[in-house]
């Protein structure tokens, strides 16, 4: 049974950072791009970042580049989403989802998804 497993959530003031893990059980990530989605208090869920199975591309919503990287260890079967310069907008709860490819940040292409991480962002 695969199992996505998301972690490093909490509370944080405006300014500060985070680094937020997606740990896989029963699948592998290297041959899996793995996104990060985010929903907000009454908000839908919107895509953050991707990073691809192949070549370790990577892409990022507009409102988080230069301050979010993505990045994978194929060894701890983990994905990392480093969150620096957090505002009190980036408050919600983050999932990690896979994927065959970083094809934008379609839902339904998205076939496994952790239960998600709780980030705060406040003074």
């Known amino acids: 049974q695969v199992q996505l497993v998301e972690s490093g959530g909490g509370l944080v003031q405006p300014g500060g950072s985070l680094r937020l893990s997606c740990v896989a059980f029963?699948?592998?990530?290297?041959?899996?791009?793995v996104g990060w989605f985010r929903q907000a208090p009454g908000r839908e869920r919107e895509g953050v970042s991707c990073?691809?199975?192949?070549?370790?591309?990577?892409y990022y919503v507009d409102s988080v580049k230069g301050r979010f990287t993505i990045s994978r260890d194929n060894a701890k079967n983990t994905v990392y989403l480093q969150m620096n310069s957090l505002k009190p907008e980036d408050t919600a709860v983050y999932y990690c989802a896979t994927a065959a490819e970083c094809v934008g940040f379609e839902e339904t292409r998205y076939y496994y998804w952790g239960q998600g991480t709780q980030v705060a962002v406040s003074s």
């Open positions: 029963g699948l592998l990530l290297d041959y899996n791009a």
């Open positions: 990073i691809s199975s192949s070549y370790d591309d990577t």
